[in-house]
């Protein structure tokens, strides 16, 4: 062993200390003491391509619901994290980047693959230089690397090295090397009192659950909180709370002007990002009293509606809002709510109520497209990523309650890296892994089916091909067909079979219902599925099915 090696060894000592459990290695020389570090303390892999390693190391922390980390070598490799590195900021995803680095007399003077990496990632991930290896420094360096992964969010990790790079033997010098001594603990939930007494004055309300990733206590503390106040509970797709008790097609039954109006809420509480519906979110933001749970990142409220921003873990404030306040006692999760507001029925039983309505009729309405391919992978993934555009939003409104968890990188709601995040998520958890991605989306991330082919991952890719960017249709340029098509539209004629003869994924072309769900009940190894459907029928499709789905409400609650 070198010393080298040695230092490396400690960096990594100390982010398994922190939560870390794997490793995704991008091959290359400056960094072979980290690599090899690595491969001898975690659980490693290697992707090829940075920007897909960047994907899945995020995939792979949102899934684990733990910090992982990416490590590459010096000059413009560490640049291609950059994406993903930008989604974890906006979704608070506990990524970490390892760049290893040319040391200080190399930089300046031509050396090849070199370049100032210093927060190269500017404001979008907390920095930490660790310097060249130096045995006076090694306990400054345990005690930095345990401070700084310690938070949530990107966390960049520049590591420069002198040669020898390789683990050759050699003296080491003494140095106390023990772990660094500090633990770190979670803050405690804030006390709630009055947030609660405002919460109890309002009876009819809505508590929100947009996309969140971690599996935990909060579907129960949600639904214990909603049946307290007699609040409505609305979930999103990805929110891992959708189940009895919450409403699963809130974007259609919003749609309606007289339901709109007459579920319109005294106070909401909202944790969670964002809804995947801007009919949802316009509905939320018009409360007059709005409470925010932020569990990381900023506060979802780009309106400025909120009146109050706790800081603290969802399921923790849920619990502590139930609690009884001033001695009242909340009573039954409908009967309260109708106490307190006269003979109207509670919001909770006016959402129930048009659930049902919309379920009960869309049930029979789909056909084959992407409405139904959308619900069939949510109904039948253990695991399900799914990409922003158009999945997301089909997902949320046609899936109902999905069988598994759902995943989506909906902090920047890009359409890049999914298939590599997805890749990451199986990786990481073990779990049979479904990708639910639009034809652009595929092509922005070949290199993820390379990944998953090269690691042997089992992964099932559902591709919606409708040769484009669809959901352009949905938006005021259509209208504009001189430059609409070109500009927009954006046909690319590829064969997508030829991407899963690249990567050596079995193919599966589904043309109608009966070949889609003989498609989902094939051996599940690193498979493409696509599904081709038409962009024009395909906003027809969605347009009829909201008009079945305002039938289904009729005109009065």
Aim: charged residues 20%.
């Amino acid at each position: 062993m070198n010393f080298n090696l040695l230092w490396a060894g400690a960096l990594f000592d100390e982010l398994s200390r922190a939560g870390v459990r794997e490793v995704v290695i991008c091959p290359g020389s400056r960094s072979a003491p980290l690599a090899v570090a690595a491969s001898r303390k975690l659980r490693t892999c290697v992707v090829l391509d940075e920007r897909s390693g960047g994907f899945f190391a995020l995939g792979a922390a949102k899934a684990a619901q733990r910090p992982v980390a990416v490590l590459c070598t010096s000059g413009s490799a560490g640049a291609h994290f950059y994406p993903a590195i930008l989604e974890a900021e906006a979704t608070g995803v506990p990524l970490i980047a390892i760049t290893a680095d040319r040391p200080p007399e190399l930089h300046g003077f031509g050396a090849p693959q070199t370049l100032d990496q210093a927060r190269l990632f500017g404001v979008h991930a907390r920095f930490v230089e660790l310097g060249v290896p130096d045995p006076a420094l090694l306990k400054h360096l345990r005690a930095t690397v345990a401070e700084a992964a310690r938070k949530s969010g990107p966390l960049h990790i520049n590591a420069p090295f002198r040669e020898p790079l390789a683990p050759v033997d050699e003296a080491l010098p003494e140095v106390d090397d023990a772990p660094a001594s500090a633990r770190y603990v979670s803050r405690c939930v804030p006390q709630l009192e009055e947030v609660a007494r405002e919460l109890w004055r309002r009876p009819r309300g809505v508590v929100f659950c947009g996309p969140r990733d971690a599996q935990d206590s909060l579907y129960d503390a949600a639904r214990d909180l909603s049946r307290s106040l007699g609040y409505a509970l609305l979930a999103d797709a990805a929110s891992q709370v959708r189940g009895e008790g919450a409403v699963s097609h809130a974007d259609f039954i919003l749609r309606s002007e007289p339901w709109a109006k007459a579920l319109q809420p005294q106070a909401v509480v909202r944790m969670g990002g964002g809804s995947s519906s801007k009919v949802v979110q316009a509905f939320l933001e018009k409360a007059p009293y709005s409470v925010v749970i932020r569990e990381r990142g900023e506060a979802i409220d780009p309106l400025h509606t909120s009146r109050v921003v706790i800081d603290a873990e969802a399921p923790a404030v849920c619990r502590a809002l139930v609690e009884p306040q001033d001695g009242s006692q909340h009573g039954d999760a409908q009967d309260g709510a109708q106490e307190r507001d006269g003979a109207q029925p509670s919001l909770a039983a006016l959402f129930a109520e048009a659930d049902r309505r919309v379920r009960s009729r869309l049930e029979g309405a789909l056909s084959f497209g992407e409405p139904l391919a959308a619900r069939e992978a949510a109904r039948r993934s253990e695991l399900l990523y799914v990409s922003s555009s158009m999945p997301i939003r089909d997902v949320d409104v046609f899936g109902g309650v999905p069988r598994g968890r759902v995943l989506a990188n909906r902090g920047l709601n890009g359409i890049d890296g999914i298939v590599s995040s997805a890749a990451g998520a199986a990786f990481a958890t073990g779990v049979a892994t479904t990708v639910l991605v639009g034809d652009l989306a595929l092509l922005h991330d070949l290199s993820g089916l390379v990944t998953a082919s090269r690691l042997r991952i089992p992964l099932r890719v559902v591709c919606v091909n409708n040769d484009g960017g669809g959901i352009f249709h949905f938006l005021p340029i259509a209208s504009h067909q001189d430059v609409f098509e070109p500009l927009f539209g954006t046909p690319h004629g590829i064969d997508l079979k030829g991407a899963a003869t690249l990567a050596g994924a079995s193919y599966l072309r589904a043309t109608d219902i009966r070949t889609l769900l003989a498609a989902f009940e094939s051996p599940h190894k690193l498979q493409l599925i696509e599904v081709r459907t038409d962009r024009r029928e395909n906003l027809e499709q969605h347009r009829a099915l909201q008009a079945v789905s305002l039938a289904a409400l009729g005109d009065t609650p």
